[in-house]
């Protein structure tokens, strides 16, 4: 993929949730307060962490294990069933730090070669995204923390919904 495309894709996603939290926020409020103990969202999270690590990985070079990646595929069952049984307390929220950690794998790839000012705000922007993968991953608790107090009123809903559109159209 293309660094356009990646940026478009996250830009698209980011002012799709921006609009919505704009044009409904009791409904964004809610569904951002339940998402760390969603079980759905959990699992299709999950094993979009799961699959996407996973691909990721055979492009690395292991040495002597380069004959268990194939293998590896086989695991994400196994790997998804232990972490749905035994770590399901806000599983959503560490779910979605696995892939805020991966995503900006490709998409700093991408932007290695341009030599655009203009690829600061996706580095910039993948970088906070590992940072707050890795802190979600240990410490998801701290997901509503961080969102209850942007989150009290309508208003406040509306300010972040505003901020996350006008980071995708920023990155659109």
């Keep these: 993929m293309t660094l356009?495309?990646?940026t478009g894709g996250v830009g698209g996603l980011l002012a799709a949730v921006g609009g919505w939290g704009i044009v409904a926020p009791a409904g964004f409020r809610q569904a951002t307060i339940a998402l760390p103990r969603h079980k759905i969202a959990?699992?299709?999270?999950?094993?979009?962490?799961?699959?996407?690590?996973?691909?990721?990985?055979?492009?690395?070079?292991?040495?002597?294990?380069?004959?268990?990646?194939?293998?590896?595929?086989?695991?994400?069952?196994?790997?998804?069933?232990f972490?749905?049984?035994y770590?399901?307390?806000?599983?959503?929220?560490?779910?979605?730090?696995?892939?805020?950690?991966?995503?900006?794998?490709?998409?700093?790839d991408a932007a290695r070669w341009f030599d655009s000012?203009?690829?600061?705000?996706?580095?910039?922007?993948?970088?906070?995204?590992?940072v707050a993968g890795m802190y979600l991953v240990a410490t998801p608790y701290r997901f509503r923390?961080?969102?209850?107090?942007?989150?009290?009123?309508?208003?406040?809903?509306?300010?972040l919904a505003g901020v996350l559109l006008a980071l995708g159209v920023a990155h659109l």
């Design 87 to 108: 770590l399901d307390e806000l599983l959503a929220a560490r779910a979605l730090g696995g892939v805020l950690l991966i995503l900006p794998t490709p998409w700093l």
């Design 145 to 159: 923390q961080w969102l209850l107090p942007c989150l009290d009123n309508g208003p406040r809903a509306r300010g």
């Design 42 to 81: 959990a699992w299709i999270l999950t094993l979009i962490a799961l699959a996407w690590a996973v691909h990721e990985m055979q492009a690395l070079s292991l040495g002597g294990l380069d004959v268990w990646k194939q293998r590896a595929y086989y695991a994400i069952p196994v790997a998804f069933y």
């Design 83 to 85: 972490i749905v049984v």
């Design 117 to 130: 000012d203009w690829t600061l705000v996706p580095r910039v922007t993948a970088y906070l995204m590992v």
């Design 4 to 6: 356009a495309q990646i």
